[in-house]
């Protein structure tokens, strides 16, 4: 047994290395089952291969046997929306995909090699469906204009899959809204009905839930609206067994359960909890149906998942180890979740719904470090500006091969997830565990805005983007401070995407942290209008306010028109790809630290988009990021060659 040695907060040796990281987890989504209604064998999930660039294959899981069903070079992916999601659809022995790298939908059946059934350059596919009584997909469109700044075309379209007709062949269903996600047939096949929703709003602000009959040609007759608004966000509709419609909606400013039912919309379970998460990826499903019209569903209560029978407007707990699923299946006598919990990584699994027996099929870490290297994160609340309460995850620095009395507190890295509708969960991380095994803590923030606590607390992000999310930052490191858990002169705070513009904005118009990291960060706000892509091209209007009016708010919120108020080491990641947060907001940012002498690194990333998928991308920015805290916090300088150069390091760090 190794003798526990004394080490200085930052420096603790650890057994989880970045490669560790970046090799150990797969990314586990978009879950679904196979096979007929009341015989259903076959699993089917997407791994995500960070050792293979990232590429995303189709498992299928039949009994104890796991087969691959995309192999390489084959990446089931799209970029409907940039964000993606739905990418398969099953019928049978047969899937259809959309392979990310011709953006066309394949057809793959039996053993048979992978065809393509689109045209090349017909648009990105998503959310797409199985008509087998019409031989045909009913999926998301997205065209792109092939040249220009001119965004592209969303539509609901049928694509033929009969053999014997014109394969791929595609025709209009729907046009007109500047969005669509979710066509889902009844079980009959004669009613489809879909979300759409429109400009300036985003799917979690305001849909509209519509249904149509499906005439013997395959048209639809008159759409008529069923539920949703312009502050009405309606997601998840799928039919029952017998044939009835049932949604979430935030009618009652929780995602709730309904049901259409004879033109009438019943509440099925009215509670403060929450059955939906914001759509930024499509496909994603957290209920379903029993045989007998049972719904079993994950909701969430402050932040926590839970697992539920719902019948008869009763929820009966489904005993498990998960406190975040993410999403479920029901297949006969069963559920099939993706879960995870704070000793427990990401997993997929089946629990059965007679005898409750948990069955672990896979696992997105296959060797879990010891516990003894393990933080088991704290629920904590705490008070904000405005009189609110915010929540978050705090992570203390834990391992078992060095005294927990190192004679000073430690470091702690404030995390503001991106999103920013995002929510932090307290499933085991590794990347997480690769700071607290090291000796920082790690405080992972629930601000204002966040989803999971209701209508009303993502609401108070609304027109406060970079005040709300800041503040519930700076408030809850100063919380750690005051209980004695943190070294106030050595705060960090980090963040990707819309965190990374909370990172700058904490940075560079308050004094609280000490350094910072931003991965692929907002730092110009009129820059995100005008190079974004269609799906958030016009979300600032809720976060900042709607322009011209909001110019100023825009200019007095950007870190970029204040760059010489930043004065604290920085450190930015950039993917080169990154079509979300173009490139030359941090390149812009990294230059005017680097021209005023502050302390700052920057690491380019050829390749990646919005958000790093490579295995050795992975452990390169974990690496350069505690290289950077380690040098400009005056701790001894790690061995060997550095993974990145820091601009204007004082001599003598």
Same mark, same amino acid.
């Given at each position: 047994?190794?003798?526990?040695?004394?080490?200085?907060?930052?420096?603790?040796?650890?057994?989880?290395?970045?490669?560790?990281?970046?090799?150990?987890?797969?990314?586990?989504?978009?879950?679904?089952?196979?096979?007929?209604?009341?015989?259903?064998?076959?699993?089917?999930? =997407?791994?995500?291969?960070?050792?293979?660039?990232?590429?995303?294959? +189709? =498992?299928?899981?039949?009994?104890?046997?796991?087969?691959?069903?995309?192999?390489?070079?084959?990446?089931?992916?799209?970029?409907? %929306?940039?964000?993606?999601?739905?990418?398969?659809?099953?019928?049978?022995?047969?899937?259809?995909?959309?392979?990310? $790298?011709?953006?066309?939908?394949?057809?793959?059946?039996?053993?048979?090699?992978?065809?393509?059934?689109?045209?090349?350059? *017909?648009?990105?596919?998503?959310?797409?469906?199985?008509?087998?009584?019409?031989?045909?997909?009913?999926?998301?469109?997205?065209?792109?204009?092939?040249?220009?700044?001119? %965004?592209?075309?969303?539509?609901? !379209?049928?694509?033929?899959?009969?053999?014997?007709?014109?394969?791929?062949?595609?025709?209009?269903?729907?046009?007109?809204?500047?969005?669509?996600?979710?066509?889902?047939?009844?079980?009959?096949? &004669?009613?489809? &009905?879909? =979300?759409?929703?429109?400009?300036?709003?985003?799917?979690?602000?305001?849909?509209?839930?519509?249904?149509?009959?499906?005439?013997?040609?395959?048209?639809?007759?008159?759409?008529?609206?069923?539920?949703?608004?312009?502050?009405?966000?309606?997601?998840?509709?799928?039919?029952?067994?017998?044939?009835?419609?049932?949604?979430?909606?935030?009618?009652?400013?929780?995602?709730?359960?309904? !049901?259409?039912?004879?033109?009438?919309?019943?509440? =099925? !379970?009215?509670?403060?909890?929450?059955? &939906?998460?914001?759509?930024?990826?499509?496909?994603?499903?957290?209920?379903?149906?029993?045989?007998?019209?049972?719904?079993?569903?994950?909701?969430?209560?402050?932040?926590?998942?839970?697992?539920?029978? +719902?019948?008869?407007?009763?929820?009966?707990?489904?005993?498990?180890?998960?406190?975040?699923?993410?999403? +479920?299946?029901?297949?006969?006598?069963?559920?099939?979740?993706?879960?995870?919990?704070?000793?427990?990584?990401?997993?997929?699994?089946?629990?059965?719904?007679?005898?409750?027996?948990?069955?672990?099929?896979?696992?997105?870490?296959?060797?879990?470090?010891?516990?003894?290297?393990?933080?088991?994160?704290?629920?904590?609340?705490?008070?904000?500006?405005?009189?609110?309460?915010?929540?978050?995850?705090?992570?203390?620095?834990?391992?078992?091969?060095?005294?927990?009395?190192?004679?000073?507190?430690?470091?702690?890295?404030?995390? $503001?997830?991106?999103?920013?509708? $995002?929510?932090?969960?307290?499933?085991?991380? +590794?990347?997480?565990?690769?700071?607290?095994?090291?000796?920082?803590?790690?405080?992972?923030?629930?601000?204002?805005?966040?989803?999971?606590?209701?209508?009303?607390?993502?609401?108070?992000?609304?027109?406060?983007?970079?005040?709300?999310?800041?503040?519930?930052?700076?408030?809850?490191?100063?919380?750690?401070?005051?209980?004695?858990?943190?070294?106030?002169?050595?705060?960090?705070?980090?963040?990707?995407?819309?965190?990374?513009?909370?990172?700058?904005?904490?940075?560079?118009?308050?004094?609280?942290?000490?350094?910072?990291?931003?991965?692929? *960060?907002?730092?110009?706000?009129?820059?995100?209008?005008?190079?974004?892509?269609?799906? @958030?091209?016009?979300?600032?209007?809720?976060?900042?306010?709607?322009?011209?009016?909001?110019?100023?708010?825009?200019?007095?919120?950007?870190?970029?028109?204040?760059?010489?108020?930043?004065?604290?080491?920085?450190?930015?990641?950039?993917?080169?790809?990154?079509?979300?947060?173009?490139?030359?907001?941090? @390149?812009?940012?990294?230059?005017?630290?680097?021209?005023?002498?502050?302390?700052?690194?920057?690491?380019?990333?050829?390749?990646? *988009?919005?958000?790093?998928?490579?295995?050795?991308?992975?452990?390169?920015?974990?690496?350069?990021?505690?290289?950077?805290?380690?040098?400009?916090?005056?701790?001894?300088?790690?061995?060997?060659?550095?993974?990145?150069?820091?601009?204007?390091?004082?001599?003598?760090?």
């Amino acid at each position: 047994m190794m003798t526990p040695t004394p080490s200085a907060h930052g420096l603790w040796p650890s057994p989880i290395s970045a490669a560790l990281v970046a090799e150990g987890a797969q990314q586990l989504t978009q879950l679904t089952l196979g096979g007929a209604a009341d015989t259903i064998a076959d699993i089917f999930v =997407l791994a995500g291969r960070a050792s293979e660039g990232g590429r995303n294959t +189709l =498992l299928r899981q039949r009994g104890q046997q796991v087969s691959e069903i995309t192999p390489a070079p084959l990446n089931v992916r799209n970029r409907v %929306h940039e964000y993606g999601g739905g990418a398969y659809a099953l019928d049978g022995d047969t899937v259809y995909f959309s392979n990310f $790298s011709d953006d066309r939908i394949y057809l793959q059946s039996g053993a048979a090699p992978a065809a393509p059934l689109t045209a090349p350059a *017909g648009g990105r596919y998503a959310d797409f469906i199985v008509d087998q009584k019409r031989k045909r997909l009913i999926g998301v469109r997205e065209l792109h204009p092939a040249a220009g700044h001119a %965004h592209p075309q969303n539509t609901l !379209c049928a694509i033929n899959i009969d053999a014997g007709g014109a394969l791929g062949t595609t025709s209009v269903l729907v046009e007109g809204s500047d969005f669509y996600a979710a066509p889902r047939l009844s079980p009959d096949g &004669a009613q489809l &009905a879909w =979300l759409s929703w429109e400009h300036p709003h985003m799917p979690w602000q305001g849909t509209q839930l519509w249904l149509a009959d499906v005439r013997l040609d395959g048209s639809l007759g008159p759409a008529r609206l069923v539920a949703g608004a312009a502050d009405i966000a309606i997601c998840q509709p799928q039919w029952s067994p017998s044939g009835a419609l049932h949604f979430v909606s935030d009618s009652s400013g929780w995602w709730n359960l309904y !049901c259409l039912a004879d033109d009438r919309i019943d509440a =099925l !379970c009215p509670m403060q909890a929450e059955f &939906a998460t914001p759509h930024w990826t499509f496909g994603v499903s957290m209920y379903g149906f029993c045989a007998n019209g049972d719904i079993v569903c994950t909701y969430i209560i402050e932040g926590v998942s839970r697992l539920a029978r +719902l019948h008869a407007g009763a929820l009966t707990p489904i005993v498990n180890p998960y406190q975040e699923i993410r999403e +479920l299946r029901v297949g006969p006598g069963f559920v099939a979740l993706l879960g995870g919990a704070p000793t427990l990584a990401l997993e997929l699994s089946t629990i059965d719904l007679a005898s409750g027996d948990l069955t672990v099929l896979a696992r997105s870490i296959d060797d879990v470090p010891d516990e003894k290297y393990l933080s088991i994160p704290d629920s904590i609340h705490f008070p904000s500006n405005g009189g609110r309460i915010a929540q978050a995850f705090f992570y203390p620095p834990k391992n078992a091969d060095v005294p927990m009395d190192c004679g000073s507190l430690p470091p702690v890295i404030v995390i $503001s997830h991106g999103g920013p509708t $995002s929510m932090a969960s307290n499933t085991l991380k +590794l990347a997480t565990q690769y700071w607290t095994s090291r000796g920082f803590g790690v405080l992972d923030v629930n601000y204002g805005g966040s989803s999971g606590f209701g209508r009303a607390y993502r609401d108070a992000l609304k027109g406060q983007w970079g005040i709300v999310d800041v503040d519930d930052c700076i408030a809850g490191a100063r919380h750690l401070v005051e209980r004695g858990l943190a070294d106030v002169e050595h705060l960090i705070i980090r963040g990707g995407s819309a965190g990374g513009l909370t990172t700058l904005c904490a940075l560079t118009f308050h004094d609280v942290f000490k350094a910072g990291a931003s991965y692929y *960060g907002v730092s110009d706000l009129k820059g995100l209008d005008l190079d974004s892509h269609k799906f @958030e091209s016009r979300y600032n209007q809720y976060l900042i306010g709607p322009a011209p009016q909001a110019q100023a708010l825009y200019l007095a919120r950007s870190p970029i028109h204040h760059s010489a108020r930043l004065k604290r080491p920085m450190i930015f990641f950039q993917g080169l790809d990154d079509k979300v947060v173009p490139p030359q907001q941090s @390149e812009t940012m990294f230059k005017a630290l680097d021209a005023r002498g502050v302390p700052v690194a920057y690491l380019p990333l050829a390749g990646e *988009g919005h958000g790093f998928r490579k295995a050795e991308n992975i452990a390169l920015t974990l690496q350069a990021e505690l290289y950077f805290y380690q040098r400009v916090f005056g701790l001894a300088a790690p061995d060997g060659a550095a993974p990145v150069h820091i601009h204007n390091l004082p001599p003598g760090i």
